[in-house]
Nanobody
Framework: QVQLVESGGGLVQPGGSLRLSCTASGIIFSIYRMGWYRRAPGKERELVADITSGGYSNCADSVKGRFTISRDNTKNTVYLQMNSLKPEDTAVYYC?????????WGQGTQVTVSS
């Protein structure tokens, strides 16, 4: 079965950086689009960034220039490099992929940006 396991969240001060990782199993990783979503307290889940099997990426306007999504197909892992973090980036971040019509999600990792 498909499993997505995130790591790398934590507490960071405003202006700091974190790198999230998501390792996938149960899929032929290299052919799947991968993405990161987040859900902030009291808000809907939103797409942060995604990346195609060919490496083309897309980021939400709110994180452009600060966040970068990348993938390493040899490690079945997708990354989210987050720089210049702001308090409004505080959320649970989820790894995502889709197989046909079904979405798969990781368990989520908490990112808290606070001084």
């Amino acid at each position: 079965q498909v499993q997505l396991v995130e790591s790398g969240g934590g507490l960071v001060q405003p202006g700091g950086s974190l790198r999230l990782s998501c390792t996938a199993s149960g899929i032929i990783f290299s052919i799947y689009r991968m993405g990161w979503y987040r859900r902030a307290p009291g808000k809907e889940r939103e797409l942060v960034a995604d990346i195609t099997s060919g490496g083309y990426s897309n980021c939400a306007d709110s994180v452009k220039g600060r966040f970068t999504i990348s993938r390493d197909n040899t490690k079945n892992t997708v990354y989210l490099q987050m720089n210049s973090l702001k308090p409004e980036d505080t959320a649970v971040y989820y790894c995502w992929t889709r197989d046909g019509g079904r979405s798969y999600w990781g368990q989520g990792t908490q990112v808290t940006v606070s001084s």
